[in-house]
């Protein structure tokens, strides 16, 4: 249900837009025949994916968010929250390797790419700033502090709260609650 139109595309090129989901005006998506949003999620203004993105319900992507990834795909979940300005990479290159890098390099003379899969489960929070570098998979109820950094090198376990770079667990997050509020949300949604 979007009453205003996007500056950049056409909502209906997108492969699936829920009921009741919202695209910022300026949102910019590369690629919409590879995104599937779920219903009442919301994508905020300045946001820029490029990338096959897979959006759950009532999961927000919050403003000035990066999700890229080229061939790569991305997927989150259910009750998803990103704060502002969080990065989701999903390709990027060795920065210690000795070949060119960028976008502006051709493709004949380009190092190879590190690209892998990002996955965020249900009720996964970012905070503000966050970034997820390739091939991470954030387990259910992940939380994590401003300006963090995930890797696929961490251990994460679900329903814990991570802050830092590299992240560290800080403390267990109440899954119960959440749970069982995201439950009440769903009974309200059936019964309208
Ligand atoms: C992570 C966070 C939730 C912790 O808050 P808290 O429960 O009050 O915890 P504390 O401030 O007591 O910090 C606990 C420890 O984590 C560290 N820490 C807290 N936030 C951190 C961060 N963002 N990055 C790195 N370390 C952090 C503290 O230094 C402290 O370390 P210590 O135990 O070694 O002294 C909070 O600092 C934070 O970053 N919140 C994100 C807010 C946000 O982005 N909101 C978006 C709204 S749209």
Same mark, same amino acid.
């Given at each position: 249900?979007?009453?205003?139109?996007?500056?950049?595309?056409?909502?209906?090129?997108?492969?699936?837009?829920?009921?009741?989901? $919202?695209?910022? &005006?300026?949102?910019? $998506?590369?690629?919409?025949?590879?995104?599937?949003?779920?219903?009442?999620?919301?994508?905020?203004?300045?946001?820029? $994916?490029?990338?096959?993105?897979?959006? /759950?319900?009532?999961?927000?992507? /919050?403003?000035?968010?990066?999700?890229?990834?080229?061939?790569?795909?991305?997927?989150?979940?259910?009750?998803?929250?990103?704060?502002?300005?969080?990065?989701?990479?999903?390709?990027?290159?060795?920065? !210690? /390797?000795?070949?060119?890098?960028?976008?502006?390099?051709?493709?004949?003379?380009?190092?190879?790419?590190?690209?892998?899969?990002?996955?965020?489960?249900?009720?996964?929070?970012?905070?503000?700033?966050?970034?997820?570098l390739?091939?991470?998979?954030?387990?259910?109820?992940?939380?994590?502090?401003?300006?963090?950094?995930?890797s696929p090198k961490?251990?994460?376990?679900?329903?814990?709260?991570?802050?830092?770079?590299?992240?560290?667990?800080?403390? &267990?997050?109440?899954? &119960?609650?959440?749970?069982?509020?995201? !439950?009440?949300?769903?009974?309200?949604?059936?019964?309208?």
């Amino acid at each position: 249900m979007n009453e205003q139109p996007n500056i950049f595309l056409d909502l209906s090129k997108l492969a699936a837009l829920g009921e009741h989901a $919202i695209v910022g &005006k300026t949102v910019r $998506i590369r690629r919409p025949a590879r995104v599937r949003i779920g219903a009442h999620a919301i994508i905020d203004d300045f946001t820029y $994916i490029a990338c096959g993105l897979t959006v /759950g319900r009532y999961t927000h992507i /919050g403003p000035n968010s990066t999700l890229t990834g080229g061939a790569a795909t991305i997927r989150i979940g259910n009750f998803v929250n990103l704060a502002p300005g969080c990065r989701l990479i999903g390709v990027s290159n060795d920065y !210690a /390797g000795g070949g060119l890098v960028g976008a502006a390099i051709p493709e004949e003379h380009a190092d190879q790419p590190v690209v892998g899969n990002i996955t965020l489960a249900d009720h996964v929070l970012l905070g503000a700033g966050t970034v997820v570098l390739p091939g991470t998979n954030v387990p259910e109820g992940v939380s994590t502090g401003a300006l963090s950094m995930l890797s696929p090198k961490l251990q994460l376990e679900p329903w814990t709260l991570y802050a830092g770079i590299p992240a560290r667990p800080i403390r &267990k997050r109440e899954s &119960k609650a959440i749970l069982e509020a995201a !439950a009440r949300v769903l009974d309200a949604e059936r019964e309208r």
